[in-house]
């Protein structure tokens, strides 16, 4: 069995931020888009619809709660549904949280591993009967935990690790049948998880990031969604089980 074309994406998180951009990329590439919205967020996925339209492709938004089994099962099973086909996936749906060590209860680290990290092993799960040779899936890590430790974060950190691991891991066992996994490793980028001063930078923490990042700002989406999409394309056919970091070089650059 090879895949169905034209290829149907899967994107979680595909509402706002990375996931949003990477669907109008994965449109202007000629895929079906899937846009998993989670509703208990603000974002607008209309808006995400509308620039797969505008980029002259095609899309459907289903609601998708990665932290909840049943939730990824019946997306996947909706999209199949819808489109006919689930060929490639985009793991990409994350939060992020600030909590100190002394005050990390269960509840807390356990909310985030859902999401970031369990989220991902489901959505994969679910769409891996129906991928087939040609096939590619692609899980959003980060700089944290994929390079650095983070005070206050350190959930996030573990979260972000195993999605490496995880990855290479999908990268050898479904190699043989044609179906490779990487992970993007995104550094600084401006969207709504970073621009909440709260948990993460925040607008001013963004902007002074560019005193220290060696291409002089923080990254757009679309940098980040640019490599997902050459990830998950053909012209990536004998690159599995890899790590790509997009970060205007903050993690090799060497401070003092
Ligand atoms: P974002 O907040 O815009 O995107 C995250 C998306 O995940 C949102 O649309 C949100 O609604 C969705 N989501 C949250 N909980 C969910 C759930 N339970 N089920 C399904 N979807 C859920 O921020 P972003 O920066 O675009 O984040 C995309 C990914 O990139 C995340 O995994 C994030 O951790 C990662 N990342 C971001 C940065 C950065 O600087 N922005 C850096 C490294 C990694």
Known sequence: MSIHHPPVSVISG????????????????GHKVVIGHFAKDPHDPQHTLDLVTAAGGEGVILDLD???????????????????AVTHVVANAGILRQAPMGQ?????????????????????????????????????SSIVGGYYGW?????????????????????????????????????LIETPQSLDSVNSLGREGLKAAGDYIPWGR???PEEVASVIGFLLSDHASYLTG??????GGLTVAMRG
Not at 19 to 29: D, P
Not at 66 to 84: K, L, N, P, Q, R
Not at 129 to 136: C, D, I, Q
């Open 151 to 187: 005070a206050e974060h350190a959930h996030y950190a573990a979260a972000k690790a195993g999605v490496i691991g995880l990855t290479r891991s999908l990268a050898v066992e479904f190699g043989p049948q044609g179906i490779r996994a990487n992970a993007v490793i995104p550094g």
């Open 218 to 220: 923080v990254g757009k």
């Open 66 to 84: 990665v932290s909840s089994t049943e939730s990824v099962d019946v997306f996947i099973h909706s999209a199949v549904e819808h489109f006919g």
């Open 104 to 140: 990390m209860d269960d509840a807390s680290w356990d909310e985030l591993l859902q999401v970031d990290l369990h989220g991902v092993m489901r959505l994969v799960r679910a769409s891996l009967p129906h991928l087939a040779r040609g096939s590619s899936i692609v899980a959003t």
């Open 242 to 247: 890899q790590e790509l970091t997009v970060d």
């Open 14 to 29: 595909a509402a706002s931020g990375i996931g949003r951009s990477t669907a109008e990329f994965l449109a202007r590439q």
